[in-house]
């Protein structure tokens, strides 16, 4: 994907800031259907909508903006207004759009919060933290094939004459259309199945695969790729932020929580990973969480930069 320099930046700007007519708009919307340049730089407003960006302080923060264009760095420096705007389509707080060629378009969340993405076949992906999703500029067009690396919770939208297929380091996803989760490292992949029927593969042995249904579990590790119950409740807390833990063990809960929030944590008193704790927790902030354990388990617990730290 590339950005002719003929972009007129500052309607892009006014559409994105909400300042033209509805009479404008159509007009701009529809001049701009064709044009993959467009739709590219539109696709990103609707990826932050719900986030709100101060442009004034962040166009202080970067007074220039680089454009990658082929392996060519070109510095461009745009009004004020215009590339804070620019910038915070392009690099959200929580997810920026990887260019690493012109026909790949890669989404990575960098942040401490999931982040949704509406694909242009009207699926949504939630993506987890510390993870990518990438996927081809001509997407939904002969094919729905993207790639996974970390964790997504999918909602595809059911077309029965183009399958969607994820593939990870590891497996390969397809479906027609349903909504499941998707966790993946070097070592294993594993599928969580909410609704509808999910085809589960090795890349290495496409023989070697399973069906699985709703509520249903699968794993493809060096074992081989196996369905079985899903015992852990707060498998999906990552998505639900719901939590419960009964008698469990503090390093359980607190590696279990900093995982979800995205924080490293030590425990400075080796003696306290074996307190043992029953408790719930449903749309709570960290700070909260962690002060609630702290008192039920009568010990310090406290947040230094990214890291938990039990006392």
């Known amino acids: 994907m590339k950005y002719e320099q003929n972009i007129d930046w500052e309607k892009i700007a006014a559409y994105h800031m909400g300042e033209m007519s509805e009479e404008d708009r159509s007009k701009f919307l529809k001049s701009t259907s064709d044009d993959k340049n467009y739709q590219n730089i539109l696709q990103a407003n609707k990826l932050n909508h719900n986030t709100k960006y101060n442009t004034d302080a962040r166009w202080e923060d970067t007074k220039l903006l680089i454009l990658k264009k082929n392996k060519s760095r070109k510095l461009l420096v745009l009004s004020s207004k215009i590339a804070a705007v ?11 759009l990887d260019i690493k060629n012109q026909n790949t378009l890669q989404y990575v969340n960098n942040g401490n919060k999931p982040i949704n993405i509406v ?10 933290v510390n993870s990518s999703l990438k996927l081809s500029e001509n ?18 939208k059911r077309n029965e004459k183009l399958e969607f297929v994820i593939t990870t380091r590891l497996s390969k996803i397809r479906v027609l259309g349903t ?9 294993n992949t594993e599928v969580f199945v909410n609704s509808g029927l999910v085809s589960f593969s090795q890349i290495n042995n496409p023989h070697a695969k399973v069906n699985i249904s709703k509520k249903q579990f699968a794993r493809n590790d060096s074992s081989g790729i196996k369905s079985a119950k899903l015992i852990n409740e707060n498998y999906m807390s990552w998505k639900s932020r719901k939590f419960n833990f009964k008698n469990q063990s503090l390093e359980n809960i607190i590696k279990h929580i900093s995982n979800v929030y995205n924080y490293n944590y030590i425990f400075r008193n ?3 990973q074996s307190i043992i704790l029953t408790t719930s927790f449903e749309n709570k902030e960290i700070d909260f969480i962690l002060n609630t354990i702290s008192r039920a388990a009568d010990i310090e617990i406290v947040i230094e930069s ?4 039990i006392n």
């Open 86 to 96: 620019f910038l915070c389509l392009l690099l959200s707080y929580f997810i920026f």
């Open 119 to 128: 694909l242009t076949d009207s699926s949504s992906v939630l993506l987890n």
């Open 139 to 156: 997407f939904n067009e002969k094919s729905r094939n993207v790639s996974l690396v970390g964790e997504a919770f999918f909602d595809i």
């Open 179 to 187: 909504s499941f989760n998707v966790r993946e490292n070097e070592k």
């Open 270 to 272: 080796k003696n306290h």
């Open 306 to 309: 990214d890291t938990i730290i």
